[in-house]
């Protein structure tokens, strides 16, 4: 029986989220299979993968075939290459001990890009939130500045229609103040009659001295009469 590695989508839509699988060549893609023996989730920055590699290595070994997807992703692991130093190791090309070096080697080297690509990565989303902070903020000042340029002219007008409202107030009140003031100045002026008055009655206190001739007369038309 033929077999293949390939992978089984699962996951939401537009998430998909797959299965590397051992199935029967001739079985539909997403149909039964003979073996799980890893995971591949393509929605993570790098992709995630999770393959059991002794499972793997011996599917391999046995004939099974991997789709392109599939062999990218067990060359990835280190699959392939430890299968090639392994039948290099069959043909006498080197020992055990010279495969198992080099595919340390491969494996410490793989593991630091790995290392760098996570850390470029998340260099990369820190530099790309900061320019989207940055420019959230140059929008929020320029909004402000806009709505502060719109109502500085509204305030402008409403502080010279105050002022010109107040002066003609001030000026009205500086025209009334002397208005008030001339009662002040008229309260002389009706004192006046009143020092007047002992003056108009002195021909009054007369009258009894003109008086008294005329009594005089009227004893002596008596007398005479």
Same mark, same amino acid.
């Given at each position: 029986?033929?077999?293949?590695?390939?992978?089984?989508?699962?996951?939401?839509?537009?998430?998909?989220f797959?299965?590397?699988?051992?199935?029967?060549?001739?079985a539909k893609?997403?149909?039964?299979?003979?073996?799980k023996?890893?995971?591949?989730?393509?929605n993570?920055?790098?992709?995630?993968i999770?393959?059991?590699?002794?499972?793997?290595?011996?599917?391999?070994?046995?004939?099974?075939?991997?789709?392109?997807?599939?062999?990218?992703?067990?060359?990835?692991?280190?699959?392939?290459l430890k299968?090639?130093l392994?039948?290099?190791?069959?043909k006498?090309?080197l020992?055990?001990?010279q495969?198992?070096?080099k595919f340390?080697?491969?494996?410490?080297?793989?593991?630091?890009?790995i290392?760098?690509?996570?850390?470029?990565?998340?260099?990369?989303?820190a530099k790309q939130?900061?320019?989207?902070?940055?420019?959230?903020?140059?929008?929020?000042?320029?909004?402000e500045?806009?709505?502060l340029?719109?109502?500085?002219?509204? $305030? %402008? =007008?409403? +502080? #010279? !229609? @105050?002022? /010109?409202?107040?002066?003609? &107030?001030? *000026?009205?009140?500086?025209e009334?103040?002397?208005?008030?003031?001339?009662?002040?100045?008229?309260?002389?002026? $009706? %004192? =006046?009659? +009143? #020092? !007047? @008055?002992? /003056?108009?009655?002195?021909? &009054?206190? *007369?009258?009894?001295?003109?008086?008294?001739?005329?009594?005089?007369?009227?004893?002596?038309?008596?007398?005479k009469?």
């Amino acid at each position: 029986m033929a077999t293949k590695i390939r992978l089984q989508r699962h996951g939401k839509k537009g998430k998909p989220f797959y299965h590397v699988v051992i199935a029967d060549s001739r079985a539909k893609r997403d149909g039964k299979f003979i073996e799980k023996i890893g995971t591949y989730n393509p929605n993570t920055k790098p992709a995630s993968i999770d393959i059991n590699f002794d499972s793997a290595l011996d599917w391999l070994q046995k004939g099974a075939i991997p789709t392109d997807t599939a062999r990218a992703i067990l060359s990835y692991k280190g699959v392939l290459l430890k299968k090639h130093l392994l039948e290099g190791v069959k043909k006498g090309a080197l020992t055990e001990d010279q495969a198992l070096e080099k595919f340390e080697v491969w494996v410490k080297e793989k593991e630091e890009k790995i290392a760098k690509k996570i850390q470029t990565i998340q260099d990369d989303n820190a530099k790309q939130q900061k320019e989207k902070i940055d420019q959230e903020e140059e929008a929020r000042k320029k909004k402000e500045e806009a709505i502060l340029a719109k109502q500085k002219p509204a $305030t %402008e =007008e409403t +502080a #010279a !229609e @105050e002022t /010109a409202e107040e002066e003609p &107030a001030t *000026e009205e009140t500086a025209e009334e103040e002397p208005a008030t003031e001339e009662p002040a100045t008229e309260e002389p002026a $009706t %004192e =006046e009659p +009143a #020092a !007047e @008055e002992p /003056a108009e009655e002195k021909p &009054a206190e *007369e009258k009894p001295v003109e008086e008294k001739p005329a009594e005089e007369e009227t004893a002596a038309e008596d007398k005479k009469s």
